[in-house]
T-cell receptor
Framework: EAQVTQNPRYLITVTGKKLTVTCSQN?????MSWYRQDPGLGLRQIYY???????DKGDVPEGYKVSRKEKRNFPLILESPSPNQTSLYFC?????????????FGPGTRLLVL | AQSVAQPEDQVNVAEGNPLTVKCTYS??????LFWYVQYPNRGLQFLLK??????LVKGSYGFEAEFNKSQTSFHLKKPSALVSDSALYFC????????????????FGKGTKLSVIP
């Protein structure tokens, strides 16, 4: 089954404790992206990647890092989480070769930073 | 810069009645337009898209949307609402006038909560 998976689905942590949220897709998509969803703000893009070793900032990159060492994986790293990073996070992927028209989303990771 | 506006935070409709969820957009060039739906505790699911061609686009679960270039709108519609349609709906735009990495960025609206009342 074609899908985007994220782990963990739920995470409670404390300020300053480094964490990584994993994202993996099995569709051989070139384009991957991270979003955060906050009430009243919709989805905002954090980082995106056009292919292996190619990443770039989205609209709200501060406090986040990403890496793309393999085509299928695109982890989101919070080196020193703060309470304002409490949010619902989504990973998405799409095929550039197919026009990049439709992005497929993971199930989301709900993060609470105390 | 591209942007999307969903003017209604919430839409209430009775089951069996037609529903409309509004979306307007702003891009400097030509748009790709999308609707996604989010059910409680789930990720976003693709509903439909407008790329080119017929202005009336049909999608999943009986939904359709009409692209109106002069009004820069892409309203989501369904002739007869079901209780199971209750969810959060997002409109998104991509400006295809750019080239390179930035052209793949989707900009989302803030979402409209649809409640279908039995």
């Amino acid at each position: 089954e074609a899908q985007v998976t994220q782990n963990p689905r739920y995470l409670i942590t404390v300020t300053g404790k480094k964490l990584t949220v994993t994202c993996s897709q099995n569709m051989n998509h070139e384009y991957m992206s991270w979003y955060r969803q906050d009430p009243g703000l919709g989805l905002r893009q954090i980082y995106y990647s056009m292919n292996v070793e190619v990443t770039d900032k989205g609209d709200v990159p501060e406090g986040y890092k990403v890496s793309r060492k393999e085509k299928r994986n695109f982890p989101l790293i919070l080196e020193s989480p703060s309470p304002n990073q409490t949010s619902l996070y989504f990973c998405a992927s799409s095929s550039i070769l197919a026009g990049g028209e439709t992005q497929y989303f993971g199930p989301g990771t709900r993060l609470l930073v105390l | 810069a591209q942007s999307v506006a969903q003017p209604e935070d919430q839409v209430n409709v009775a089951e069996g009645n037609p529903l409309t969820v509004k979306c307007t957009y702003s891009v400097s060039g030509n748009p790709y337009l999308f609707w996604y739906v989010q059910y409680p505790n789930r990720g976003l699911q693709f509903l439909l898209k407008y790329i080119t061609g017929d202005n009336l686009v049909k999608g999943s679960y009986g939904f359709e949307a009409e692209f109106n270039k002069s009004q820069t709108s892409f309203h989501l519609k369904k002739p007869s609402a079901l209780v199971s349609d209750s969810a959060l709906y997002f409109c998104a735009v991509r400006d295809i006038s750019y080239s390179g990495a930035g052209s793949y960025q989707l900009t989302f609206g803030k979402g409209t909560k649809l409640s279908v009342i039995p």
